[in-house]
């Protein structure tokens, strides 16, 4: 069983960073790309970031490019998330997730939350105007 356990949020000013950071469970964390989502108050979890499993590709969803960069350290079995120049619209929960294939073509970028079957509990983000 994959556990994915998320890290680092707060509550920030606007224009601030923070770095989010998900540890994950098991032995075969490097075969894998991760995701990162967010979700809202009262609306829909969406996609903000994805990385394949070696690190050499990764997308962004329009609304984060340029301000956020996902990363990760495969011999720490995690993946982060550099979010800088945060807005209050950023606000939200956080959350990382895993797709189910192995070794995935980095043109596989998959971004919505039917790609993904494991999740992590979440991580706050608030951002003050």
């Known amino acids: 069983q994959v556990q994915l356990v998320e890290s680092g949020g707060g509550l920030v000013q606007a224009g601030s960073s923070l770095r989010l950071s998900c540890a994950a469970s098991?032995?075969?964390?490097?075969?894998?790309?991760m995701g990162w989502f967010r979700q809202a108050p009262e609306k829909g979890r969406e996609f903000v970031a994805g990385?394949?499993?070696?690190?050499?590709?990764?997308y962004y969803a329009d609304s984060v490019k340029g301000r956020f960069t996902i990363s990760r350290d495969n011999a720490k079995n995690t993946v982060y998330l550099q979010m800088n120049s945060l807005k209050p619209e950023d606000t939200a929960v956080y959350y990382c997730?895993?797709?189910?294939?192995?070794?995935?073509?980095?043109?596989?970028?998959?971004?919505?939350?039917?790609?993904?079957?494991?999740w992590g509990q979440g991580t706050q983000v608030t951002v003050s105007s």
């Open positions: 997730a895993r797709p189910p294939t192995q070794y995935a073509s980095s043109w596989y970028q998959p971004s919505h939350e039917h790609e993904y079957d494991y």
């Open positions: 098991g032995r075969t964390f490097s075969s894998y790309a």
């Open positions: 990385i394949n499993w070696n690190g050499g590709s990764t």
